[in-house]
Structures are given as structure tokens and as C-alpha cells.
């Protein structure tokens, strides 16, 4: 009878992480999607996000900045991530605060929003 549990219990958690994964397979193919998206709107190459190190060079060229800000990325992790979508915020007509909220904390609804939503790309003033 213990046995007939312990199978039971055993194939409902083995269902429980195969749907855990297929959401975390959703979620990612949703965020490339979005970064594609938001790649062209910007008029870079939508496969440019699919490409690591390269994408990072072309968000930097979307933002405005230099490419020393790769040393922020590398050192400041999360520091970083909140000033690129302060940054990302501003070229799509939003406030910083949109940034952190949106992009940075509620990245997975609002990427997608910012990619598929009527939001125009502005380029920076002075391009790095």
C-alpha cells in the first residue's frame, strides 16, 4: 500500500515539474520575442538578442550609452539592470519610474507590453 503511495505521490511531482518547466519554457520564449520586438523597433536586427554578449552591445546602442557601461553590467549586476530600464524606459516615452516598475520589476508583463504595445522608439540625443 506504501508503495502504491509513494508512486503516486512520485508521478504528481514529476507532472508538477514538467508544467513548471513548460511555463518557464513559455516565459523565456515570450521574453525573446519581446526583446526581438523591441530590437526592431529600435531599427537593430531582431536576431541580434539571440546572440549573448552582441545583444548586450546592441541594448547599449538602444539606450544611448557607451560600451564601458559592459563593466557596469558585469560588476553591478542588478544596479545595472534598474539603470537599463530607467534608460529603455526614456527612448519609449516613459518616466524612470515606468522603468523600475515595468521593465525592471514586472519585466515579464511589461517587456512584452513595451514590445507589442503602440510605444515609438526615440533615439538618444548624443548616441554613444
Not at 62 to 83: D, E, H, N
Request: glycine share 10%.
Amino acid at each position: 500500500m506504501e508503495d502504491e503511495m509513494s508512486g503516486a505521490a512520485a508521478s504528481g511531482i514529476g507532472i508538477g515539474m514538467i508544467i513548471y518547466y513548460i511555463v518557464i519554457l513559455a516565459v523565456v520564449v515570450l521574453m525573446i520575442v519581446s526583446y526581438w520586438k523591441i530590437f526592431e523597433k529600435a531599427g537593430k536586427p531582431g536576431w541580434a538578442v539571440l546572440i549573448p554578449i552582441y545583444n548586450l552591445i546592441v541594448m547599449l546602442e538602444i539606450i544611448g550609452k557607451p560600451l564601458t557601461w559592459i563593466l557596469l553590467a558585469i560588476c553591478l549586476g542588478p544596479i545595472f539592470q534598474i539603470l537599463y530600464a530607467m534608460e529603455l524606459a526614456e527612448r519609449f516615452g516613459h518616466d524612470r519610474t515606468y522603468g523600475i516598475i515595468w521593465l525592471w520589476l514586472l519585466g515579464v508583463y511589461g517587456i512584452p507590453k513595451l514590445a507589442f504595445g503602440d510605444d515609438k522608439y526615440t533615439a538618444p540625443a548624443n548616441p554613444a
